[in-house]
């Protein structure tokens, strides 16, 4: 039941495409929403405080014509107690008509005397909010309620003051023309902010279908390659560009494509030249004992020999196989200590002497060091040789030769095999230490081996710390070369000699 219900809910979660849809909506109703807020902030405080600092040069402006007043009344604000009227006229008094200024005539045919229009300040009720006070702080005229509203701001007549204008602040717009403009304000801020959700919402929509598009064709791609079909490949061009990540994510897919096509290839290669390997042996070996045990072929020290050589090439096989396998996993034994290369060189070589010289191919030896005291296991390193000569014997044309040189070179011993023609082209030489591979597929059990050599070369090479490269040689076939750190402790040489 636990399970079924898991996959009840992992249906019901919504794919990557609706998760970045939602992620891209959602930012883009943050960002209006906090527009419209601060927009909505900034119009209360930018415009509110504008009508406040209007009132307050009204403010400024009327106080010389209110201290003028007082002194002209016997300097006592009794004339104004109780005069809302003349307490307003002294804080904005209308200007004289101008005689000269010619009359307007409305629709009617009536004409109108050019009146200027209030000040801003008046259209939103700052007559209504203004209060004098006098000396003491008690009400003359004006609002009554003045308690925690407002500054108090002091008239003085020669240093002494003899009163207070108190006006309560703007909070909120009142007038009916403010109320209507602060309301068109706020509809056309959240109409705006709709139609950009709207537009981000299609915006998402597109970027959200555009953009995992090709990441769907990938996946498309990535199971029909785990279904086997490794000639599988995405358009680079149709997956946002080559540039972008999407484009690389689509490069790195055909490339690992094409190696797993290669290495299926190379496994199939590999599978056909193991079996014609073990099947030429174990037939020659058939055939053989068939023929001994029907009395056709006496069974005399030649063919014990042919036998033994069918079950040595079998041997070799298998044992390339193993240590491969071995090094694959990382579990090739390695017994590390002072060994001389110049000593272990001059060991393997002379067995492969007669075999070059039966081939038709020539050997120069050359040690430019009388020794070269390394660390590493003397039994995989006389297997690297051997396998290096091997493959110098196999792909080398009769009448060439095999040059071998050993040599120090900063800190370095340097051991370098090189041989005539055939030779090999660019394209093989990054790949000629891959396993199975092999440069020339048609070559046969006499002339090539499984391509399994190389490889063990290139494992044993790294487990020394050293380096082995393939280029091209002057003789016209392969160089190879092997490098690996020289042992400077002279316990170590000392040990190596003896």
Sequence with gaps: MGSQSKAFFSRLAPGITAKLFLAVLFTAVCVVVAMALAAQWSFNRGFLGYLNEQEAQRLEAARPRIIEAYRENGENWDFLRGERRRWFSLLRPLPPVDPHAEPQTDVHGHHHSVHPSPPLAELTGALLRTTLLDADGKFVVGLSDTRGKGKHEPLEVDGKIVGYIVTAPFQSVTAAGDVRFERSQYRASWTMGAVSVLMAALVALWVARMLLKPLREMAKATRRLADGDYSIRVDVNESSGPRDEVGQLASDFNHMARVMERNEGMRRDFMADLSHELRTPLGVLHGELEAMEDGVRPLT??????????????????????????????????????????????????????????????????????????????????????????????????????????????????????????????????????????????????????????????????????????????????????????????????????
Excluded: W
């Design 301 to 498: 020290r030649e063919s014990i020999k042919s036998l033994q050589a069918e079950v040595a090439t079998l041997n070799k096989l298998v044992s390339d196989l193993y240590d491969l396998s071995l090094a694959e996993a990382g579990a090739m034994t390695f017994q590390h200590t002072p060994l001389d290369l110049v000593e272990l060189l001059r060991a393997a070589v002379p067995a492969y002497e007669q075999r070059l010289a039966d081939a038709g191919i020539a050997l120069d030896v050359q040690y430019h060091a009388s020794e070269l005291v390394v660390r590493g296991d003397a039994r995989r390193l006389k297997q690297l040789i051997c396998n290096l000569l091997e493959n110098a014997l196999r792909y080398t044309d009769r009448g060439g030769v095999v040059a071998i040189s050993a040599e120090s070179r900063m800190d370095q011993a340097v051991l370098s095999l090189s041989d005539s023609a055939p030779g090999v082209d660019d394209e093989h030489l990054t790949r000629i230490f891959d396993r199975f591979y092999r440069v020339e597929g048609s070559r046969s059990r006499a002339s090539g081996g499984a391509g399994l050599g190389l490889a063990i070369c290139s494992r044993i090479i790294e487990a020394h710390d050293g380096g082995i490269e393939a280029r091209h040689s002057p003789l016209g076939g392969l160089l190879m070369t092997v490098r690996l750190p020289l042992a400077r402790d002279d316990a170590a040489a000392e040990e190596a000699r003896a």
